[in-house]
């Protein structure tokens, strides 16, 4: 992340809803992200949570309501965010050439490229595997490439979709730990799971969602404390299904 860049945040959902082949999938959404604190984005499967996700990144456009960048950057909001998705796609070339070509095409000289693939596999813990074909890394290694592959960009914010789902404990670890890293780098995670556990390890704040709505927001601690919803409650006690 550039410091000297205008920021992008907050970002407002003001009565967003999206529907498909005539049922609606998230309903009356509204709240705002602002920079700062991981947000976790929680709830059992079929909850909306990555829909949610892609209408924030723009992927989608609402069927209802407004995603508003609203920083004195919004303008440039498109190259100031990424995201990364549950199953990630991994070009036919090596895992340092998969970064190198995210870069070219945002125009970054290639001095400065080199440099950030560089160290953006070397935050990743993936410089031994620089030149290795990136469809024949692991699982985990092909997350954490992806994850690097987007921090290279110098985003402000940055999605995750599930970003472990059916990583063994291990990689997990090494995809947590990388979070972090793009976390003190000063950019904004905003990241969904249904893992209770991560959510407890990485959400600074939560918005729990259920049937496409948002049920609860609060910060990480009260959440798990003292949770407001009999559906978070329910959630947290293994007994809340679709």
Not at 43 to 64: D, M, Q, W
Not at 203 to 232: K, V, Y
């Amino acid at each position: 992340m550039n410091a000297n860049d205008p920021a992008i945040l907050p970002l407002a959902l003001r009565g967003v809803s999206y529907e498909a082949q005539g049922a609606r999938l998230i309903d009356d959404l509204s709240f705002e992200l602002t920079a700062g604190p991981r947000t976790v984005l929680l709830g059992p499967n079929g909850a909306g949570k990555s829909l949610t996700l892609r209408l924030c990144h723009g992927l989608i456009a609402p069927s209802a309501g407004t995603v508003t960048w609203q920083g004195p950057g919004a303008g440039q909001a498109m190259r100031r965010q990424a995201m990364v998705f549950q199953r990630p796609v991994m070009l036919r070339r090596s895992a340092a050439a998969n970064l190198s070509y995210a870069l070219s095409l945002r125009d970054v000289p290639m001095s400065e490229r080199r440099a950030r693939v560089a160290q953006a596999l070397d935050v990743a813990g993936l410089s031994p595997l620089a030149n290795r074909p990136a469809r024949v890394l692991s699982g985990g290694e092909q997350q954490r490439l992806a994850i690097a592959r987007a921090w290279a960009l110098r985003p402000q914010v940055l999605f995750l979709d599930e970003p472990t789902a059916n990583l063994d404990p291990a990689s997990t670890r090494a995809v947590e730990e990388l979070i972090g890293e793009v976390v003190r780098s000063g950019a904004k995670i905003v990241m969904t799971t249904h893992d209770l556990g991560q959510a407890r390890r990485l959400g600074d704040e939560i918005l729990f969602m259920h049937r496409g709505r948002l049920i609860e927001r609060a910060s990480g601690q009260r959440f798990f404390t003292a949770p407001q919803s009999p559906e978070a409650a329910a959630f947290m006690a293994g007994s809340l299904l679709w």
